[in-house]
């Protein structure tokens, strides 16, 4: 099923939530919001009514009954049974340890091998050069992409700048008021969706520091956001919020990005 070719049968939606992760990237802002909610919460969407969950996607009910008609369903109430259907299909292919263990392999390796296919060494190296001259760099993230940001920070303070990763939106956003002129601020979501990382990097940018989005979607508000963009590995996970594996592509790129740091440095101390 393709959300550009809407299902005409019920066995035609093989997988919902697996249509919904393969077209994100290319639905509106507003119906990509409401997708990246249902792939992370699935069976919170079974109990939420239209209201509810355009409260939490952060869309209008419009959008929602417009996503639902996009993929084949004739409302919100049609869609919600068959995903409930879908979450409480038992699998059709039963997998060993043995066989789950190396679709796992294979699944970061592939997120690797995207993440690799996706560096532009010219960018990683300005980026590396904005870094090695801030006086101060802040990061933000929420949930996962928290876990990723703390992560850079600490390899930043490794070597000796000031970095400072936030969690939590109103301390991120209090604490953005001291930036300017000679910062950074880096933001990290899988999506390019969240809005509170959105709105850090679109008020660093204000206040004059440079703004950098670390990200598994090319087109996005977030992207809009950044004077530079360091693409990880694609929308390829299901659901986005159910495993460890996007941090993968987004690791490959922090490591990048202190190579790219580590050789401007390097050629700041031969001068």
């Known amino acids: 099923m393709s959300i550009n070719s809407p299902a005409t049968t019920a066995a035609e939606r093989d997988?919902?939530?697996?249509?919904?992760?393969?077209?994100?990237?290319?639905?509106?802002?507003?119906?990509?919001?409401?997708?990246?909610?249902?792939?992370?919460?699935?069976?919170?969407?079974?109990?939420?009514?239209?209201?509810?969950?355009?409260?939490?996607?952060?869309?209008?009910?419009?959008?929602?009954?417009?996503?639902?008609?996009?993929?084949?369903?004739?409302?919100?109430?049609?869609?919600?049974?068959?995903?409930?259907?879908?979450?409480?299909?038992?699998?059709?292919?039963?997998k060993s340890r043995d066989a789950a263990l190396q679709a796992l392999h294979e699944t970061m390796a592939q997120n690797l091998g995207i993440a690799h296919g996706n560096t532009d060494l010219e960018k990683l190296e300005k980026v590396g050069a904005a870094l090695a001259a801030s006086r101060?760099?802040?990061?933000?993230?929420?949930?996962?992409?928290?876990?990723?940001?703390?992560l850079l920070a600490y390899r930043l303070l490794r070597v000796g700048l000031t970095a400072l990763a936030f969690r939590d939106a109103n301390m991120a956003h209090e604490v953005a008021n001291g930036l300017g002129t000679g910062c950074v601020a880096i933001g990290f979501s899988i999506s390019g969706l969240s809005l509170d990382t959105i709105q850090f990097l679109k008020s660093a940018r204000s206040a004059g520091a440079v703004t950098?989005?670390?990200?598994?979607?090319?087109?996005?508000?977030?992207?809009?956001?950044?004077?530079?963009?360091?693409?990880?590995?694609?929308?390829?996970?299901?659901?986005?919020?159910?495993?460890?594996?996007?941090?993968?592509?987004?690791?490959?790129?922090?490591?990048?990005?202190?190579?790219?740091?580590?050789?401007?440095?390097?050629?700041?101390?031969?001068?």
């Open 15 to 94: 997988s919902i939530l697996s249509c919904l992760q393969e077209d994100i990237d290319h639905l509106p802002n507003a119906l990509a919001r409401i997708a990246k909610y249902i792939l992370e919460n699935p069976e919170k969407v079974l109990h939420h009514s239209v209201a509810e969950l355009g409260s939490f996607s952060g869309s209008g009910e419009a959008s929602i009954v417009r996503l639902c008609r996009q993929i084949g369903f004739s409302g919100f109430r049609d869609f919600k049974l068959a995903l409930a259907g879908e979450i409480g299909r038992p699998s059709t292919n039963p």
């Open 136 to 150: 101060r760099v802040d990061l933000y993230g929420a949930g996962m992409s928290g876990i990723t940001a703390e």
């Open 212 to 271: 950098i989005a670390i990200t598994n979607r090319a087109r996005s508000p977030l992207v809009e956001a950044a004077d530079f963009t360091l693409l990880a590995s694609g929308l390829h996970d299901r659901p986005i919020g159910g495993t460890l594996t996007p941090m993968v592509g987004k690791i490959f790129v922090i490591e990048s990005l202190m190579l790219a740091l580590s050789k401007v440095m390097e050629e700041s101390l031969a001068k």
